[in-house]
């Protein structure tokens, strides 16, 4: 069973919106924060938006003001929603969610035309 599982991922224009979601499968429990990283071709992958159980938040400084992290009611979903998109936010997008181990999703592409 793949532990996390996003969606949303696509193409769009600068300036656009895309919202992305990942949903943790019944096999992790106890989640103590879900988030959000990135990975440009030939680029480390980068800390996005992070939101713990209690709803604090964390940003990159290169996001902040444009992306939001959101959890669902239930609590094993992550949503990440994203506006005024930039080309340099062209990447392969990974849900992450941390126990005391930390899971990883299979991974969404966004790509965003000048």
């Known amino acids: 069973q793949v532990p996390l599982v996003e969606s949303g991922g696509g193409l769009v224009q600068a300036g656009g919106s895309l919202r992305l979601s990942c949903v943790a499968s019944?096999?992790?429990?106890?989640?103590?924060?879900m988030g959000w990283y990135r990975q440009a071709p030939g680029k480390q992958r980068e800390l996005v938006a992070v939101?713990?159980?209690?709803?604090?938040?964390n940003y990159a400084d290169s996001v902040k003001g444009r992306f939001t992290i959101s959890r669902g009611n239930a609590k094993n979903t992550v949503y990440l929603e994203m506006n005024s998109l930039k080309p340099e936010d062209t990447a392969v997008y990974y849900c992450?969610?941390?126990?005391?181990?930390?899971?990883w999703g299979q991974g969404t592409q966004v790509t965003v035309s000048s």
């Open positions: 992450n969610a941390y126990t005391s181990l930390y899971y």
């Open positions: 019944g096999s992790i429990s106890n989640i103590l924060t």
């Open positions: 939101i713990t159980s209690s709803g604090s938040t």
